[in-house]
């Protein structure tokens, strides 16, 4: 007859060097991956898409001082509310008008306009007429032209 001899690895059965080890020898990659996808996800030292990287200059257009196509454009849309950007290679006008209101004295506040990495924001604010204060009783359009440096960036209205 035969002896058959079981070996049970360097500790003996049950002992450090079994199953535990295997176990543990599978589960510690899986846990690397993890922890590394983790902190590439987490990490990030780009500011937020919308962070604000310089306020920009602008002035307050009359209608009368901008290119006579704009005024065509903006005199076919204030029938409704409007955003709209216009270029004339030197200057980037951004015009934002809040179509019909039940009568005068509306004025428009820009609150800000500024640069981020990828865009310009403009943020407006309708104000209405204040109590007791004269206004026209016929309908107005009111609208703000806002001109400012002329750069490519797309428009963000707020």
Known sequence: MEETR???GRYGRGGY??????LWLLTLPAALVLTVELLLAGCTFS??????????EFTV?????????LR?????KKQQEFKLT????????????????PTGGYSIAVKELYLTDNAIVIDTELIGPEKGEPAAQE???PFVIVRTEYLEDPVVFR
């Open 61 to 69: 257009a009359a209608e009368a001082d901008v290119p006579d196509e």
């Open 139 to 141: 309908v107005s359009y």
């Open 47 to 56: 500011k937020p898409k919308d962070e604000k990287v310089r306020d920009l």
């Open 72 to 76: 065509q454009i903006i005199s076919e």
């Open 86 to 101: 216009y270029n004339d290679d030197q200057n980037l006008y951004i015009v934002v008008g809040y179509g019909p209101q």
């Open 17 to 22: 060097g079994g199953g535990k080890r295997r």
């Open 6 to 8: 079981t070996v049970f």
